[in-house]
């Protein structure tokens, strides 16, 4: 199974600001296979990214994501207020097809 | 609109069984792979179970396997998950969501609201 780190675990900071969540495998990953949700309180996860890069339908383009092999990082180029949630990475590629324990972006 | 709505939750006693349905609309159903993932009280998300486009091919979790069987009717567009022998670490929002093919190896880009299981005496 893989596993997925990610840190920080809480991330503190202004709307206006630069966010980068990173997530780390216990083995490699292709990149083809990676994934960023975001999840709010009492609300079901949304898709930001698949394919490590690649937004998904609707997301904004603050949102990028970028790494290969056991690294992969989220960045929020400029965060907005709706943006402090919760961050999963998954990875998609072997079965169990597992998340992270979540990074909590939470407003400073 | 594309909508994945869950249903079939509820309170089991341990040991007990529970079918989960998710009722898919706004899309071609049979064309796409679906999948349960859960998350647990306070915890994080935990993928439970997949299933192919045809429904021929279905993979899981060993948390579940040989406890829970994921099915679809593709001629009812609909997902689901049959759980047995239910156990008290089984309790947690099960969601249904959609994968973005054919097959497994996709990123679940379309998720429901999610259903509650609560495992308890």
């Known amino acids: 199974e893989i596993v997925l780190t990610q840190s920080p675990g809480t991330l503190s900071l202004s709307p206006g600001e630069r966010a980068t969540l990173s997530c780390r495998a216990s083995q490699s990953v292709s990149s083809s296979y990676f994934a960023w949700y975001q999840q709010k309180p009492g609300q079901a996860p949304r898709l930001l990214i698949y394919g490590a890069s690649n937004r998904a339908t609707g997301i904004a383009d603050r949102f990028s994501g970028s790494g290969s092999g056991t690294d992969f990082t989220l960045t929020i180029s400029r965060l907005e207020p709706e943006d402090f949630a919760l961050y999963y990475c998954?990875?998609?590629?072997?079965?169990?097809?597992?998340f992270g324990q979540g990074t909590k972006l939470e407003i400073k | 609109e594309v909508q994945l709505v869950e249903s079939g939750g509820g309170l089991v006693q341990p040991g007990g069984s529970l079918r989960l349905s998710c009722a898919a609309s706004g899309f071609t159903f049979n064309t796409y792979a679906m999948t349960w993932v859960r998350q647990a009280p306070g915890k994080g998300l935990e993928w439970v179970s997949a299933i192919s486009g045809s429904g021929s091919s279905t993979n899981y979790a060993d948390s579940v396997k040989g406890r829970c069987t994921i099915s679809r009717d593709n001629s009812k567009n609909t997902l689901y998950l049959q759980m047995n022998s239910l156990r008290a670490e089984d309790t947690a929002v099960y969601y249904c969501?959609?994968?973005?093919?054919?097959?497994?190896?996709?990123?679940?880009?379309?998720w429901g609201q999610g259903t509650v299981v609560t495992v308890s005496s």
């Open positions: 998954q990875q998609y590629g072997s079965s169990p097809y597992t």
């Open positions: 969501a959609k994968m973005r093919g054919y097959y497994y190896e996709e990123a679940f880009d379309i």
